[in-house]
């Protein structure tokens, strides 16, 4: 919050789906859907901290981690278009933590906050999902139509999930709606619209052109979902996929033998999976060890057996690391022993949540008292600055006191360059105000924010000044 004015704007998205009049945007109106998408991700993001990560995996299978502040949409954007000619892009819709080093992709365990949750209809793997009768996805991305139609329906929520409730809402989603593993999977990274899929060589093989296919938005109504609605919605429907259930024989799965062929293993994973079998992640230590891990435990969860988890390591690049040092047996062995532990639990939580016994369905105790309600924002003593107010929340449809304090803002920044205030101390001072707008995730504070701040902007006045 600096000189009269709020901290988080973004100029080029007026917040209602596409970008305002008089923005200094305007060349880039072109670009509104991938912006539109990520505006809605960074407005989800404002209370939670951390930091977003864009992530482009090139032809060479080089990854390049690149992080951007809650806010910086048009940075986001600006380097996604800017990439996507020559490298595949994705984002998570989480935000991960501040501290996360520079070459670092990040994983489950850095991640602040969930966003939102995406179902992941595969075309090329055949794993189809079906939609939530009752509740419509947020936006709808078409990643590819030849030789078949593959989709990404992300719900973008109205509150920020822990990581924790978001693993549980993830895998009641998957077990549901179906579609292919990213389903459930909270760290997996998604396509953006606007950019192009480049087809890697399991893809290829598989049917797919040649030619790199646009990704677009083809639906949505760009509305964020209540996650407390799409539980009950979810519950209600029957299973897809039903939970895993221990047999003693590590959870179904044999851990030897299967398949010799090379070819044969890597046409069962879908075309994401055989990215990151093919990628060495060579910018940090600590990233290679931790892509290796994750790609080791997906593989296990497509139900390949150590014996074809170590062919593919031997003719892709994932696990690289391990090969030189000669010690891949041993890191295979402790993400067998991890994801083996994760699917007990998962089973044991589920038998407890069906035996009506689950601790974590009591409410939890809140940590603030409830507060009465505030005051009516007293839009009349605005004077000359009601009317622009007004205007500005029936565009909106915010509260009247957000719309008031982003107009008064702006009226206060604009004067200072006018008159200073002379201080009994015989000091001069500007004409300044802070202003802090304190409400939940989703009133349109970003919103009012860029409307009322626009003409400034314009004339390259508040650039300096936030």
């Given amino acids: 919050m600096l000189n009269g004015t709020h901290a988080q704007t973004n100029p080029m998205l007026d917040g209602t789906g596409g970008p305002h009049a008089g923005s200094i945007g305007v060349a880039f109106d072109a670009y509104a859907p991938l912006r539109d998408c990520l505006q809605l991700y960074h407005d989800a993001a404002i209370e939670t901290g951390g930091v977003f990560v864009l992530t482009t995996i090139d032809k060479t299978g080089k990854v390049r981690p690149q992080q951007f502040t809650i806010g910086d949409v048009d940075g986001m954007a600006a380097e996604a278009l800017a990439r996507c000619q020559v490298a595949n892009v994705y984002f998570a819709p989480a935000t991960l933590r501040s501290d996360l080093p520079r070459d670092v992709r990040g994983t489950t365990n850095d991640i602040v906050a969930v966003l939102g949750l995406v179902v992941d209809d595969d075309g090329d793997t055949g794993k189809r999902a079906v939609l939530p009768p009752s509740i419509n996805p947020t936006i709808e991305v078409t990643t590819s139509t030849q030789p078949v139609v593959n989709r990404h329906y992300h719900f973008v929520f ?3 999930l822990s990581p924790r409730e978001a693993k549980s809402l993830a895998a009641l989603l998957h077990r549901k709606c179906g579609g292919d593993h990213g ?256 409400a939940s995730s989703g009133e349109r504070k970003t919103s009012n924010d860029a409307r009322a701040c626009s003409g400034e902007r314009a004339r390259g006045g508040a650039s300096s000044m936030l």
């Avoid at 402790?334 to 639990?345: F, H, I, L």
């Avoid at 009591?362 to 940590?367: G, K, Q």
């Avoid at 565009?395 to 201080?423: E, F, R």
Wanted: aromatic residues 4%.
């Fill in 183 to 438: 389903t459930k999977d909270i760290a997996h990274v998604w396509r953006l619209p606007q950019t192009r899929n480049h087809p890697n060589a399991a893809k290829l093989a598989r049917g797919r052109q040649a030619e790199a296919q646009p990704v677009e938005v083809t639906g949505g109504t760009f509305e964020r979902v209540d996650p407390d609605e799409l539980r009950p919605v979810l519950e209600a429907l029957p299973d897809l996929y039903p939970p895993r259930r221990t047999n003693g024989t590590e959870n179904g799965h044999a851990c030897s033998g299967g398949s010799t062929n090379v070819g044969e293993i890597m046409a069962r994973l879908p075309g994401w999976l055989a990215d990151l079998v093919e990628t060495e992640v060579v910018e940090g230590d600590g990233d290679r060890s931790s892509h290796c891990f994750h790609t080791t435990q997906v593989l296990m969860e497509y139900g390949l057996t150590d014996d074809e988890i170590r062919l593919l390591a031997e003719t892709g690049a994932f696990a690289n690391k391990y090969l030189a040092r000669s010690d891949l047996d041993a890191e295979v062995a402790r993400a067998r022993a991890k994801w083996s532990g994760e699917v007990n639990t998962q089973a044991n939580g589920q038998a407890q949540h069906d035996a009506g016994g689950a601790e974590d369905d009591e409410e939890p105790l809140p940590l603030y008292r409830s507060l009465p309600a505030a005051d009516p924002y007293p839009i009349e003593a605005l004077g000359a600055l009601e009317g622009p107010a007004r205007a500005l929340q029936a565009q909106t449809q915010a509260p009247i006191d957000i719309a008031a304090n982003s107009v008064l803002a702006t009226g206060s920044l604009a004067c200072q360059p006018h008159a200073d205030i002379d201080l009994p101390t015989g000091e001069a001072k500007p004409l300044s105000l802070y202003i802090v707008t304190v």
């Fill in 158 to 160: 109205t509150r920020a």
